[in-house]
């Protein structure tokens, strides 16, 4: 019997050893993942936007979002407004100085063109740094007007292309057929306020940097009393740089397949953006629901998530 017993064990930690001589490599780093966090990160996505630009703004559906720098330096973001095909129907920068916030309205962007105002040669407080002290800028910004009041034209073609999915060319489908404006918005930390498209390998080479400094929320409002009379908001989805940190065109090697812009980014370069398929807002962290009215039970309480996929993350 001791030796039947001896031989099985000896058995038992020979069948161990071998498992432990053919198991894979545990990575161990979080940002690898497609696991959702709320960290300050190098992108911000806001995964549905719906605006009715038609309406008065007292009445009308709408969407607003913010950027807040987390860091004492200061920072330039680009935001695109992507239609619901993923073609980018217009971009601009954002100057953040040293612990920075801005609010952007979607319905002020969209039904008056309104683009909020930041400049490089705005005051700062007196604990950010200096607006000329991040090392991972351009040696030219060009952020000294970033924002301003669209041409009427522009306007017309941007409400057009996220409503109708039509651009100038009639037989160029880039977007759903919709009543309001819809699409999603994604904000990058860049170097400078440069006005290369989103669709050049010059942006995601020479533009885009990768310091996790950015975090952000969003609410979408209904204000119309009989049909809506409603907000609710949620935590930006916050898409990290792995490895975090470098300056335009730093590349590091990671364990990511594929990652959040792979689909734009040139063919032999994946850039370090942790992969998001399937990404949504988290509503079990921190969902905000406000209404208007009297209370009701948590039971009977009615939420809504919006979802979000890439297909890339694999």
């Known amino acids: 019997m001791k030796r039947t017993f001896l031989a099985a064990a000896l058995l038992f930690v020979a069948s161990l050893a071998n498992a432990a001589s053919v198991a894979k490599p545990v990575i161990i780093e979080n940002n690898a993942s497609c696991e959702l966090g709320h960290y300050p990160a190098a992108t911000l996505l806001l995964p549905y936007f719906e605006v009715d630009y038609r309406a008065a703004s007292s009445t009308a559906v709408n969407t607003i979002f913010t950027i807040v ?31 920075d916030a801005q609010t952007f309205s979607m319905y002020e962007m969209i039904a008056r063109g309104n683009i909020p105002f930041t400049s490089s040669a705005f005051s700062r407080g007196t604990a950010s740094a200096e607006n000329s002290t991040n090392g991972h800028f351009n040696s030219e910004i060009w952020c ?21 999915g039509q651009r100038d060319e009639p037989n160029c489908r880039v977007g759903g057929e919709h009543d309001n404006a819809v699409g999603y918005v994604t904000m990058d930390l860049v170097n400078s306020c440069g006005i290369d498209s989103p669709l050049d390998a010059s942006y995601w080479k020479e533009m885009l940097l990768f310091d996790n400094v950015l975090t952000g929320d969003y609410e979408r409002i209904n204000p119309e009393v009989t049909q809506g009379n409603y907000a609710g908001g949620n935590p930006l989805v916050h898409i990290r740089a792995v490895p975090d940190g470098g300056v ?33 807002v988290d509503a079990k962290a921190s969902t905000r629901i406000t209404r208007s009215g009297a209370k009701v039970s948590s039971a009977r309480r009615r939420t809504n998530a919006n979802t979000f996929a890439t297909r890339r993350c694999r």
């Open 144 to 164: 000294e007007r970033a924002g301003g009041t669209m041409p009427i034209a522009s306007i017309q073609r941007l409400q057009k292309i996220l409503s109708t």
């Open 248 to 280: 335009a065109g730093s590349v590091a090697a990671t364990a990511l397949p594929y990652t959040f812009y792979d689909r734009y980014t040139p063919v032999s370069r994946s850039l370090p953006r942790s992969p998001r398929a399937g990404s949504k």
């Open 69 to 99: 720098n987390t860091s004492r330096a200061p920072q330039i973001v680009r935001v695109t407004i992507w239609t619901d095909y993923g073609f980018p129907a217009m971009w601009f920068s954002c100057f953040l100085t040293g612990y």
